[in-house]
T-cell receptor
Framework: QKEVEQDPGPLSVPEGAIVSLNCTYS??????FMWYRQYSRKGPELLMY????GNKEDGRFTAQVDKSSKYISLFIRDSQPSDSATYLC?????????????FGQGTTLQVKP | DAGVIQSPRHEVTEMGQEVTLRCKPI?????LFWYRQTMMRGLELLIY????????DSGMPEDRFSAKMPNASFSTLKIQPSEPRDSAVYFC????????????FGNGTRLTVT
């Protein structure tokens, strides 16, 4: 069993829809949780960064962490065709980028105009 | 800032040949990471450096893989000899190495070993 599980999709939604992306994990020591977005032929770029449980909102994006269930989510409101990309969850035991990040497989999202 | 620069963007080589991938991190960043991405395994950490010193190389798959960081502005990942199963996209990333400083990824080197 992988440490981080993520449904690879693909997920196809109409423009304006609310998108829900999820990851589950098995390592209870993970404390730092991130979402990266990766466009085709590009490197991943950081979207959201959260510590421990709770919600964080940034514009149309909301990240949720439920450590008791070992489950994290990313919600995208009013989705746009420009949101079409692969979304990777990532997590670590130590502060974000001072140690090892474990990534999910990535979920491919397509937003149709 | 130009971001993390990787070269080459694409590399096609024959099995048994030596391959060297190069990375220039963002100036001022003191942490550097090498990742490999495949359809089957996703994004996997191979090795990372802090202040040019290798900290964790447990992700390096075999002795055929080696990485160096001779100075703060340059790193290499070498595969010798290369095998078809090494075909993947290799990413270099750097960060300032402080709390919540993000990883900045390069655009990767797509390696094909025939």
């Amino acid at each position: 069993q992988k440490e981080v599980e993520q449904d690879p999709g693909p997920l196809s939604v109409p423009e304006g829809a609310i998108v829900s992306l999820n990851c589950t994990y098995s390592n209870s020591a993970f404390q730092y949780f991130m979402w990266y977005r990766q466009y085709s032929r590009k490197g991943p770029e950081l979207l959201m960064y959260t510590y421990s449980s709770g919600n964080k909102e940034d514009g149309r994006f909301t990240a949720q962490v439920d450590k008791s269930s070992k489950y994290i989510s990313l919600f995208i409101r009013d989705s746009q065709p420009s949101d079409s990309a692969t979304y990777l969850c990532a997590m670590s035991e130590s502060p974000g980028n001072t140690g090892k990040l474990i990534f999910g497989q990535g979920t491919t999202l397509q937003v149709k105009p | 800032d130009a971001g993390v620069i990787q070269s080459p963007r694409h590399e096609v080589t024959e099995m048994g040949q030596e391959v060297t991938l190069r990375c220039k991190p963002i100036s001022g960043h003191n942490s550097l990471f090498w990742y490999r991405q495949t359809m089957m395994r996703g994004l996997e950490l191979l090795i990372y450096f802090n202040n040019n010193v290798p900290i964790d190389d447990s992700g390096m798959p075999e002795d055929r893989f080696s990485a160096k960081m001779p100075n703060a502005s340059f790193s290499t990942l070498k595969i010798q000899p290369s095998e078809p199963r090494d075909s993947a996209v290799y990413f270099c990333a750097s960060s300032a190495g402080t709390y919540n400083s993000p990883l900045h990824f390069g655009n990767g080197t797509r390696l094909t070993v025939t």
